[in-house]
């Protein structure tokens, strides 16, 4: 099992930057894939932006550029650095990670999420 722990939600002002992180911990064989997601209130939970092993990036297109995702394999860690941000961007963000285990079973872990909230 994999555990996530978030850091860097909080409240900013529209046109401001924030760095999300999550570190994974527990035990697994390989994470192949770490992510961000968010989800909005009355709203369903979309993909933000997703990194694969082989540092294959994938990005909503409302990004536009503004955010960029990186992955430390070292420390089990992925960040999401968020720029010019929108009110439109106000959600819960919530980390995401696919691993395998020492069989090599594929399973997924989902952070507790962390809020980042946009004032206009």
């Known amino acids: 099992q994999v555990q996530l722990v978030e850091s860097g939600g909080g409240l900013v002002q529209a046109g401001g930057s924030l760095r999300l992180s999550c570190v994974a911990s527990?035990?697994?064989?390989?994470?192949?894939?770490m992510g961000w997601y968010r989800q909005a209130p009355g709203k369903q939970r979309e993909l933000v932006a997703t990194?694969?092993?082989?540092?294959?990036?994938n990005y909503a297109d409302f990004v536009k550029g503004r955010f960029t995702i990186s992955r430390d394999n070292a420390k089990n860690t992925v960040h999401l650095q968020m720029n010019t941000l929108e009110p439109e961007d106000t959600a819960v963000y919530y980390c995401k990670v696919d691993y395998y285990d020492s069989i090599l079973l594929s399973f997924t872990s989902w952070g507790q999420g962390t809020q980042v909230t946009v004032a206009s």
């Open positions: 527990g035990k697994f064989f390989s994470i192949y894939a």
């Open positions: 990194i694969g092993s082989g540092n294959k990036i």
